[in-house]
């Protein structure tokens, strides 16, 4: 391939053979030789060489600078004047046309060469600087983000079509005008203008993008908006202006709002099911009623005690509500029974945990609750049901509602007996210390009750009706609301 396709314009034959001859032995393509503007334009056309070698002096009605201002204006392509006129009025004509260069006549075949040389590397570099242009404006123009540019003295130089519709001017219109006049931005809260949104939302900062914003158009919308700012510098590094991106988020508000309004809708239905749940056993047993809510209340102020964060005091309190549903197994005679249990009905008694373990271990809790009650009973030393476990096979949710079931169901009455009362239970988990409870949690039990940080009282129960919505009490956000439940 040659080194550039190029096109002469010269009305002297002689001189444009010679021409052509120096640029092929140069190794350059010639695509055509005109010596009139009208056939220099139509060769143009036609062939779209790479570069136009162009006599000032031509003959007929068009001179080789009207010719070149055409090729300039209609294809674009670069020119190289070459003429003997130097004079003022001429080169000034000259420059009008945005010329690649000027070779004064007589020239040498290097003088030729050399100007060739650099007019189609700048011809190639301007090529690729408006590709790269064009691929920019192409790329700003399908964004969804608004993109706004600004010089040093804050006038808008530029504007995207997602700018200019999100705040309702003409695309043109704003170019050279006070980004000021066009739109404020504002704290949500107090509406107040945001002075230093250059430090605060740019690039460098810990969040780029400011999500909770308020714009405000000239026109007097208002829109919630995401926003970050970046410096434009020079080649010295000098400041320039700033681009400004701007997303309008309130579809994402709406968005997060309906999932929100969707959560706890399902947080409803979820605690109404384990409302419903925990009724079954209730039912089957009412003569200690609200035995499961108790136990639940202990067990989660034992945990606050002890520090388990929020979420597991939720899993806990669910947990506590439900850790006797499989008595719904146990035969209502057992469970009303006014006297001791047989070693067989006990035996039935104390399948309830597995149970309720494999009543509940297909429902997918975030939390483990199904393996809670599985082993609510068990003991640090082993001695407790079904599985016999020891120390910390035993789940911490686990040992928490151990003791708070025990204190639970020594200080109520049961069928068989009258109340023990407090003291009594607080002694029973004392001696069992390290034994058969977990020594933290009978140390957190110990400290919440002796300083009265917890009572046993419990809410009004609801009229009857359809299930309530209600928040679980370990919940710090929402207030206790659990109606009363039975073992």
Not at 40 to 64: C, T, W
């Amino acid at each position: 391939m040659g080194k550039g396709r190029i096109l002469i314009v010269e009305d002297e034959s002689i001189v444009a053979l010679g021409i052509r001859s120096t640029l092929m032995r140069l190794g350059y393509e010639v695509v055509g030789v005109a010596s009139t503007g009208l056939q220099a334009l139509s060769l143009a056309e036609a062939a779209r060489p790479d570069l136009v070698l162009m006599d000032v002096m031509l003959d007929g009605g068009m001179d080789g600078i009207d010719t070149a201002r055409e090729l300039h204006e209609h294809l674009r392509l670069p020119v190289v004047y070459l003429s003997a006129a130097t004079d003022e009025k001429t080169l000034d004509r000259a420059k009008r046309t945005d010329p690649f260069g000027y070779i004064t006549k007589p020239f040498r075949d290097h003088d030729l060469s050399l100007a060739i040389e650099v007019a189609l590397y700048k011809a190639r570099t301007d090529a690729q600087l408006q590709e790269s242009e064009r691929l920019l404006s192409t790329t700003l123009g399908s964004l969804a983000e608004a993109v706004v540019a600004i010089d040093a003295e804050g006038r808008v130089t530029y504007m995207n079509p997602a700018a200019s519709h999100m705040l309702g001017v003409e695309a043109e219109q704003p170019l050279g005008h006070d980004i000021s006049a066009l739109f404020t931005i504002m704290e949500p809260d107090t509406r107040l203008p945001i002075a230093g949104l250059e430090e605060i939302c740019s690039p460098s900062a810990a969040h780029p993008m400011c999500e909770d914003m308020l714009l405000r158009t000239s026109a007097g919308l208002e829109m919630p908006v995401g926003l970050s700012v970046s410096p434009v510098t020079g080649q010295r590094g000098e400041f320039r202006g700033r681009v400004m991106v701007l997303r309008n988020v309130a579809l994402r508000k709406q968005a997060e709002a309906e999932l929100l309004e969707s959560m706890q809708a399902l947080r409803t239905a979820f605690r109404q099911t384990v409302r419903a749940l925990a009724s079954m056993a209730e039912k089957r047993d009412p003569y200690t009623a609200g035995h499961q809510q108790r136990v639940a209340r202990l067990a989660c102020a034992i945990g606050g005690e002890m520090g388990l964060p929020a979420d597991s005091l939720e899993g806990l309190e669910v947990s506590g509500t439900l850790h006797d549903v499989g008595k719904v197994y146990v035969p209502a005679e057992i469970l009303s029974k006014p006297a001791r249990l047989s070693h067989m009905e006990m035996g039935i008694m104390k399948s309830h945990s597995e149970v309720g373990f494999e009543i509940l271990r297909e429902v997918n809790f975030p939390w483990p609750v199904a393996r809670t009650v599985l082993e609510h009973h068990e003991r640090l030393d082993g001695s407790g049901y079904p599985g016999g476990l020891k120390g910390t096979e035993i789940s911490l949710e686990a040992r928490i509602l151990a003791v708070a079931d025990v204190v639970e169901a020594m200080s109520s009455h049961r069928p068989y007996r009258a109340a023990l009362g407090l003291p009594l239970a607080l002694e029973e988990i004392k001696a069992g210390r390290g034994k058969v409870y977990d020594p933290e949690v009978v140390d957190a039990c110990l400290a919440l009750l002796n300083r009265g940080g917890f009572t046993f009282e419990a809410p009004e129960p609801h009229p009857p009706g359809p299930l309530p919505d209600f928040s679980l009490s370990c919940a710090p956000q929402a207030p206790q609301a659990v109606a009363d439940l039975e073992e």
